[in-house]
């Protein structure tokens, strides 16, 4: 059974946190809200983690997992920002955005997109998941909470709970979450392309 955190939207409570923290360094995996909607995370090193994440969502080996970031410094050991994208990027964080961009050694293989050696990156607008980052010293590798055959996430950290109980390890609770997913756009190639239009205004990338 996964274990419950009823965690304050503007001033979560620490010792919450450093219980989630904790879950996660020992390889656990939770659901937990963003800025957009929920979204699955676990430590960068745990492979069963990630398998796990890609048996509930039924994800193939392209999928482009995403490293949620406390700030600009993480973000920056473990992609490649090139000084034309860096003020664009840090202008758009944090916010509901997704970029993807090329990885540095500092991110494991398997993360990779096959073909491109890119990964996504993220920093998110939220209070309690800086709260986790900051307790946990590192990013979350995260996929968002999209259950197979669904078309809309599940906003309510009670419903996350029932559904996913016996396949994740805990689950962070705010009240009302977001149905949006974050705007993705890939930063890999010359021009920027966006491949999902969601949460963040695309506009500007445009």
């Not at 620490?14 to 929920?38: E, K, M, N």
């Amino acid at each position: 059974m996964a274990k419950y955190f009823d965690v304050h939207r503007d001033n979560p409570q620490p010792r919450a946190l450093r219980q989630v923290a904790d879950l996660v360094r020992a390889d656990g995996l939770i659901a937990y809200p963003t800025d957009s909607c929920f979204a699955l995370g676990c430590r960068l090193g745990n492979q069963e983690g990630i398998n796990r994440i890609r048996e509930i969502r039924r994800l193939d080996s392209g999928h482009h997992f995403t490293l949620v970031c406390r700030d600009f410094a993480q973000l920056g050991q473990f992609v490649h920002v090139s000084n034309a994208l860096f003020r664009s990027i840090k202008a758009a964080t944090p916010g509901s955005y997704t970029f993807i961009l090329p990885a540095t050694k500092e991110v494991p293989r398997r993360l990779l997109h096959p073909r491109k050696k890119t990964v996504g990156v993220r920093i998110p607008d939220h209070v309690v998941v800086q709260a986790l980052l900051a307790e946990l010293g590192e990013p979350l590798l995260s996929s968002t909470l999209l259950l197979p055959d669904e078309t809309e996430p599940m906003t309510q950290g009670w419903e996350v709970k029932e559904r996913l109980d016996h396949v994740v390890d805990a689950v962070i609770d705010v009240g009302e979450c977001g149905a949006v997913p974050t705007t993705v756009i890939d930063f890999s190639q010359a021009e920027p392309e966006i491949l999902r239009r969601g949460a963040g205004d695309p506009s500007r990338f445009e």
